[in-house]
Nanobody
Framework: QVQLAESGGGLVQAGGSLRLSCAAS????????MGWYRQAPGKARELVAT???????NYADSVKGRFTISRDNAKNTVSLQMNSLKPEDTAVYYC?????????WGQGTQVTASS
């Protein structure tokens, strides 16, 4: 019902910046929450940031002050601006959407911050 396609991952030196984008397609219902999760090798998937359709945001403590989430409701997109990247931010980043029907996930994009 909903497809999510991420873009913007890559390799950057520690202290650098990257911007992730995600476009949703399919049957998009209003009132959804979109966001980003990440999974590092050998670790569980964890929340990075979410944003509601009304613009309320939630961030993991580890990224507060460095990452900024935003969305465009008209285009059904969500973005994550990542600044001051650290090696511990290295992970596969997954786009996420939740509505009253289900949770939806993108296929993931690799982000690597080298020391």
């Amino acid at each position: 019902q909903v497809q999510l396609a991420e873009s913007g991952g890559g390799l950057v030196q520690a202290g650098g910046s990257l911007r992730l984008s995600c476009a949703a397609s399919g049957i998009i219902l209003s009132g959804n929450t979109m966001g980003w999760y990440r999974q590092a090798p050998g670790k569980a998937r964890e929340l990075v940031a979410t944003i509601t359709s009304g613009g309320s945001t939630n961030y993991a403590d580890s990224v507060k002050g460095r990452f900024t989430i935003s969305r465009d409701n008209a285009k059904n997109t969500v973005s994550l601006q990542m600044n001051s990247l650290k090696p511990e931010d290295t992970a596969v980043y997954y786009c996420y959407m939740r509505d009253f029907r289900a949770d939806y996930w993108g296929q993931g994009t690799q982000v690597t911050a080298s020391s």
